[in-house]
């Protein structure tokens, strides 16, 4: 009898953790409904309201073929979250859009020279339009040319273009750093002494003027002269749009942007999310972040906006595979802080307005921070402690198995794979190319432990220059503008090379391809690197870094 019990007692235990509760979710489903495959839910946010409180279960969220548009942000809280693991995914492989965006059910009518008008809703904004599943080109100046190099046309005379506009105010201007080193945007703001006033400027960490002739501008009226552009008028709740012969603009779906994060995660390293997985989903309609990139990151060339259509913030063992980000106007997959344990797997990411994956710590982790290229600290004031001050940073996390291309599609500081203030990313068997500066970048040396395995990097720096299609700096905390100064601490002091680049960088059986600049480009001190069997013709390496 006692063994019988002892039986009993576990088969309970095994049907306990096997237990899983399943959720179907369709757009013709009803919120009240319980969410079998007879009665689905219809909305993703209550789906996930309720597998969030499913204690000690495994809960699969099954989205029927289907647009699911989100009024805000899908967040799962760490302190929140009761169930053991989560999965949303695909049912049956069916074509499951999750839209940052929202559907216009519009009156339309003729304005002028073949543009027709319409009346939003009040109290929506956005700067993405689509119609039927297309972006489409908000009014500029020069107009769009697929053919063109640099932001898809510019023009030396764009900002001057800008002076003469009626109401130049909300417009923007967009520029290639003065020495080719990613780009500049700007929001109009009015106009003094007969120039447009700018705001912005931040979203490149090497400050300069703007680039004399790669510049454009956009979002005004007086620039939506040709097919396909468009523009809204906020103020009058108007919007115009320019469609292509043979296009009824009211028989057209239209959709527009409205979030700039779709699914965020977040917890912290000692309460993380943890065991949810994202399968099969198709991310569309994400609003542009180029205003929003402006964190430092250490002494990298780079600023940051930490968001993306998917989010991590303070997660372990959580995955995204299989999915699909197009057409988004920033990132799409950022992990952001503590992240444990991740994977990003057989995704497709394309035509992305900043970078495709960011790993990015939390620069609180890193001892002796400088956060601008002329900055550094003095010997006798550097923390001398190996490694991190934290854990609060990306660790033994993997992208792999994964198609990028045409990333930087607005903002030109953006890449395949950022890595900054992380340890132990792998990222393997991945195609990606056509970028606007490198199509592998890592920030800075801290904490190294990388490895960047069968990767066919390609068609990189593209609209930018000085970079290659690997790039890394090594301005760590030892790190000072002054090579003569520098030379003498590191001769003097060798262990200060890896007190932040504490293990080696593996790049091995790669092959990477730059015309416009380096295959491999070590940059500034880029320090404890182990390079092997690449296929590519030339790479750079800067003193004084050590292999």
Known sequence: MKQLFLICCALLMIQQANAQTLYHVSPSGNDTHAGNESRPIKTLSVAVSRAAKQKGQSVVILLHGGTYYLEKEITLNAENMACKSLQISAFNGEKVFISAGQPLSLKWKPYKNGIFSATVPAGISFERLYVNGQLQVLARYPNYDTSAKVFHGTAANAVERAAKWEHPENGYVHAIHASEWGGFHYRITGMKDGQPVLEGGWQNNRPNKMHATLRFVENNLQELDTIGEWYLDSKARLLYYYPPAGLSPADA?????????SIILKGTPTQPVRNVSLKGLRFVHNERSFMDTKEQLLRSDWTIYRGGAVLFDGTENCSISNCEFAGLGGNAIMLSNYNYHDTIRECYIHDIGASAVCFIGDLKAVRSPNFRYEEFTLYDQLDKTSGPRSNNYPRECLVTNSLIHHVGEIEKQATGVEITVSSGITVSH??????????????????????????????????TGDHGAFNSWGRDRYWAPDRGYMDSITAAHPELVKLDAIRPVIIRNNRFRCDHGWDIDLDDGSSNYRIYKQCLPQWRFEAPGRL
């Open 253 to 261: 779906r239209i959709e527009v942007s409205r979030l700039k994060n």
């Open 430 to 463: 991945n195609s990606i190319y056509h970028t606007p500066r490198a199509g592998l970048n890592i920030g800075d040396g801290c904490f190294g432990g990388h490895v960047l395995e069968y990767n066919d990097v390609f068609n990189t720096v593209l609209e």
